[in-house]
């Protein structure tokens, strides 16, 4: 009787460790993706996020004029020589069922590193590949000092 009671406790503590190193090889899915990269305008870089089950393929940045309504336009020399809008196309994608939330915030980094400005949106995505566009203004003189970006993406369900 003792012998089987010994033999019994072996036997769960041998479920109970292979559980527990079962559980460290799956590891959780991401809820966050981060990388820096270069920023060029009008150029499409490649990215291999995952959160989840949606996927981060590429962004794009593009630079354009602020508009101005007709009569301040006329009335003015307009936000032109002010102001720039910086757009951040990020594609992405999920072929799941469930909605999936993303927050996706975008760092513009000048040539030491450091944040000169940034821009943060907020995506829904369900079953379908999206290409999501949003815009941020920031001063003119801004732009040719960014050198990279830092795009972080966030996602819950």
């Known amino acids: 009787m003792v012998r089987q009671r010994i033999v019994l406790a072996a036997v769960v503590a041998a479920v109970v460790w292979a559980g527990a190193l079962m559980a460290e090889d799956t590891p959780a899915p991401s809820t966050k993706f981060e990388t820096t990269i270069d920023f060029v305008l009008q150029q499409q870089t490649e990215l291999d996020g995952e959160l989840g089950q949606v996927q981060i393929r590429s962004v794009e940045f593009v630079e354009s004029s602020v508009k101005t309504g007709a009569i301040k336009g006329a009335l003015s020399s307009g936000n032109d020589d002010l102001a720039s809008v910086i757009t951040t196309r990020i594609n992405c994608a999920t072929t799941s069922t469930d909605k ?15 944040v000169i400005d940034r821009a943060s949106d907020g995506l ?34």
């Open 100 to 114: 999936w939330k993303l927050t996706i915030t975008v760092e513009f980094l000048d040539a030491d590193g450091e």
């Open 124 to 157: 829904s995505l369900k079953n379908e590949a999206k290409i999501f566009d949003f815009k941020h203004t920031t001063l003119k003189w801004v732009v040719p000092r960014i050198k990279q970006a830092r795009i972080t993406t966030a996602i819950k369900s």
